[in-house]
């Protein structure tokens, strides 16, 4: 099993709303990943999450705000976000596969902004 | 600066007809793996390549890593409408602050019945 779900699928919001998307994996990789994907683009890699711990914030606004609760579950909250963040947010998870990683992505929350 | 370039960025084929795609680098990645996407949904990993001059095959998928680790390329065979979608290859890299993946700009392909 390489599932990955997220939530919600697609989510509009206003200028002043907080909101949160959920991401959840039950394969025991200790590694998990944001990512934000606009139209025709790769992946943008936002926040890495390493055994629970942030170690890599690629200096994301703070108006994005990442929370790892527990080894399973990935938060990203939302806050006084602007238009230009409509997007597609991916979160990943990954596991060690002898001398590499196995990267698995969820279905995406595609966001809009208001 | 883009760690990863892949070629061509658009192509369009018919049905049954051979293609390959490449993507490139000037930095040696420790292994690179190939997504395929679909609109609105997330990559789905493909396969994942290790060893210098590795090939993989996956059905009518074949997939190659260069002998100095960095290029890889994928070749469809027979090309079938269920092929069309975005590739991209993404290679590992080590940081100082942890691990992460980077990902090529993608090629977009289109097979038409």
Redesign the interface.
């Known amino acids: 099993d390489?599932e990955?779900t997220?939530t919600p699928k697609h989510l509009v919001m206003g200028m002043t709303n907080k909101k949160s998307l959920k991401c959840e994996q039950h394969m025991g990789h200790r590694?998990m990943?944001w990512y934000k994907q606009k139209a025709?683009?790769?992946?943008?890699?936002m926040f890495?999450y390493?055994y629970e711990k942030l170690?890599?914030n690629e200096s994301v606004p703070s108006r994005f705000s990442p929370e790892c609760p527990n080894s399973s579950l990935l938060n990203l909250h939302l806050h006084a976000l602007q238009p230009e963040d409509s997007a597609?947010y991916?979160c990943?998870s990954?596991q060690e596969?002898?001398?590499?990683?196995?990267?698995?992505?969820?279905?995406?929350t595609?966001l809009t902004v208001t | 600066t883009q760690l990863l370039e892949q070629s061509p960025q658009f192509l369009s084929i018919q049905e049954g007809e051979n293609l390959t795609v490449y993507c490139n680098s000037s930095s040696v990645f420790?292994?690179l793996?190939w997504?395929r996407q679909e609109p609105?949904?997330?990559?789905?990993?493909l396969v994942?390549v290790?060893t210098g001059g590795e090939v993989k095959k996956l059905k009518r998928l074949t997939f190659q890593f260069g002998d100095a680790r960095k290029d890889s390329s994928l070749h469809i065979t027979a090309a079938q409408p269920g092929d069309t979608g975005l590739y991209?290859c993404?290679g590992?890299r080590w940081?100082g602050?942890?691990?992460?993946?980077v990902?090529?700009?993608?090629t977009?392909l289109s097979v038409l019945p």
């Open positions: 390489t990955v997220q590694a990943y025709k683009k790769p992946p943008e890699l890495v390493s170690s890599i597609l991916l990943a990954s596969r002898g001398v590499t990683y196995e990267q698995y992505f969820g279905p995406g595609r | 420790s292994s793996q997504y609105g949904e997330g990559p789905v990993l994942t290790v991209l993404a590992l940081r602050d942890g691990q992460n993946f990902f090529g700009p993608g977009r």
